[in-house]
C-alpha cells in the first residue's frame, strides 16, 4: 500500500554533490520521521539522517556538515543533499519513513563516489 520512489543517486568524483529524493504514496498516517540509511558491500545498514515532522534532525557523525536533510511535508518527500562526497560515502542509500504504527523502506539507489 505504501510505496517510496527514490532517486538522485549516481556516480560522481572525490567532492562531488548528489541530491537523493524519497517521495513516499499511499496510505499511511502521520508520517512522523523520515530519513536516509546507507549500506556498503560487507557492513550493516546504518542511519545518515533523519528529521521529524518538527524539523528537528539528526545526523550521523560522518556526514554532519557535508549532508543536509529536508522534507516538504505536503508532498510527503524527503531530500538529502550531499555535497564534498568521499569515496567511503560509497553505498546503497534507502529512502525511510515512519509513523506510529509502521516503518517503511524503499528499495535504495546506488550512490558511487570515485576518481
Known amino acids: 500500500q505504501v510505496q517510496l520512489v527514490e532517486s538522485g543517486g549516481g556516480l560522481v568524483q572525490p567532492g562531488g554533490s548528489l541530491r537523493l529524493s524519497c517521495a513516499a504514496s499511499g496510505s499511511i498516517f502521520s508520517i512522523y520521521t523520515m530519513g536516509w540509511y546507507r549500506q556498503a558491500p560487507g557492513t550493516q545498514r546504518e542511519l545518515v539522517a533523519a528529521?521529524?515532522?518538527?524539523?528537528?534532525?539528526n545526523y550521523a557523525d560522518s556526514v554532519k556538515g557535508r549532508f543536509t536533510i529536508s522534507r516538504d511535508n505536503a508532498k510527503n518527500t524527503v531530500y538529502l543533499q550531499m555535497n564534498s562526497l568521499k569515496p567511503e560515502d560509497t553505498a546503497v542509500y534507502f529512502c525511510?519513513?515512519?509513523?506510529?504504527?509502521?516503518?517503511?523502506w524503499g528499495q535504495g539507489t546506488q550512490v558511487t563516489v570515485s576518481s
Open positions: 525511510n519513513v515512519k509513523n506510529v504504527f509502521e516503518g517503511y
Open positions: 528529521i521529524t515532522i518538527s524539523g528537528s534532525t
